[in-house]
């Protein structure tokens, strides 16, 4: 098996998550970075988009279910969509950074990265 990767960056979602009770009444951003193992040779040999990894469909996907969503924690969330990646698009490796920027006072970014699955 080949060891593309097929990735995503600063993929934005507003999203209802946090603890407190004022995180529970708004919409917050968080930055998704997505990386996806997957073998490029198919798509790439036939230059047919039904061979690819359409990351095009996975960022429409991952947006409306983070849009949907209500977490207490990014751990949560990130779980979730790594299982949702792997799941719905038959992924078989997945490393994601969730980002909540701002959320800590005197740093830039906060967040957890994730990996799930066997890379090959």
Request: charged share 30%.
């Amino acid at each position: 098996m080949a060891s593309d990767i097929v990735y995503l960056r600063d993929l934005c979602v507003s999203v209802v998550i946090g603890i407190y009770d004022w995180e529970r009444r708004i919409r917050q951003k968080l930055y998704l970075d997505i990386d996806m193992a997957t073998d490029i040779q198919p798509a790439a040999a036939s230059d047919d988009i039904d061979l690819a990894l359409n990351y095009k469909a996975i960022s429409k996907r991952i947006t409306e279910f983070c849009e949907n969503s209500e977490y207490l924690l990014v751990e949560t969330l990130a779980e979730n969509v790594a299982a949702l990646i792997r799941d719905e698009f038959g992924v078989s490796w997945v490393r994601l950074k969730v980002n909540k920027k701002g959320a800590v006072s005197g740093a830039t970014d906060v967040g957890v990265v994730i990996e799930r699955g066997e890379s090959g």
